[in-house]
């Protein structure tokens, strides 16, 4: 079975610093990968997906993850932290037909 | 290009109730899957519906069925409503093919009380 975790229920980060989240997966194939976010009150939207090729995904609002398989993990940061960041964030893995999902970090920014 | 929709937005039912939700993907979209979203268990897929089949079912008991009509819209049925059924149930729609990424509607926050 396709799993993912994610270290860290909760991030807080100053306005301005680095955001990293981190998230683990189990795989014994290669993996479909995709990190969302949601907003209070909001369905998932997707920040970026890794499907094969080049380890380092580049997503929507300054979001980009690395995928190293011999960690396998597949890490998402943002060099500089915006108010509008603050938000639930999902790590997921893609297989037959679903999706697996992490149990989500809660980022806050500090002003 | 419209997002996936999904009515209603809200609901509060009765236990021992059923409650019907609705989605309307993404034009072109075949794939929809369904999840339920609690404090408590996360994200849970309950299943996946392309060309009117499912092809993969969740671990949830009978009282929730799912069904895709000929235009790719579907609908989730929850029998026998349970106060642990309230949850935010998401519909997703997606191409077919592996790896594709799936799109999220706002979700029917579903209250059972």
């Known amino acids: 079975a396709q799993s993912v975790t994610q270290l860290g229920s909760h991030v807080s980060v100053s306005e301005g610093a680095l955001v990293l989240l981190r998230c683990n997966y189990s795989?014994?194939?290669?993996?479909?990968l995709f990190w969302y976010v949601q907003y209070p009150n909001q369905g998932l939207q997707l920040l970026l997906k890794?499907?094969?090729?080049?380890?380092l995904v580049k997503g929507i609002n300054g979001f980009e993850a690395e995928f190293k398989k011999s960690e396998t993990s597949f890490h998402l940061t943002k060099p500089s932290a915006h108010m509008s960041d603050a938000a639930e964030y999902f790590c997921?893995?893609?297989?037959?037909?679903?999706?697996?999902f992490g149990a989500g970090t809660t980022v806050t920014v500090r002003a | 290009k419209a997002g996936v929709t999904q009515t209603p937005r809200y609901l509060i039912k009765t236990r021992g109730q059923q409650v019907t939700l609705s989605c309307s993907p993404i034009?072109?979209?075949?794939?929809v899957s369904w999840y339920q979203q609690t404090p408590g268990q996360g994200l849970q897929f309950l299943f996946e519906?392309?060309?009117?089949?499912?092809?993969n079912k969740g671990n949830f008991p009978g009282r929730f069925s799912g069904r895709q009509f000929s235009n790719s819209r579907s609908e989730m049925n929850v029998s026998t409503l349970e106060l642990g059924d309230s949850a935010l149930y998401l519909c997703?729609?997606?191409?077919?093919?592996?790896?594709?990424?799936?799109?999220f509607g706002q979700g029917t926050r579903l209250t059972v009380v």
């Open positions: 997703a729609s997606s191409l077919p093919g592996a790896g594709t990424e799936a799109f």
């Open positions: 890794y499907t094969t090729g080049a380890t």
């Open positions: 519906y392309f060309s009117e089949t499912q092809r």
């Open positions: 034009s072109g979209h075949r794939s």
């Open positions: 795989s014994s194939v290669p993996p479909y």
């Open positions: 997921a893995v893609g297989w037959e037909y679903k999706l697996s």
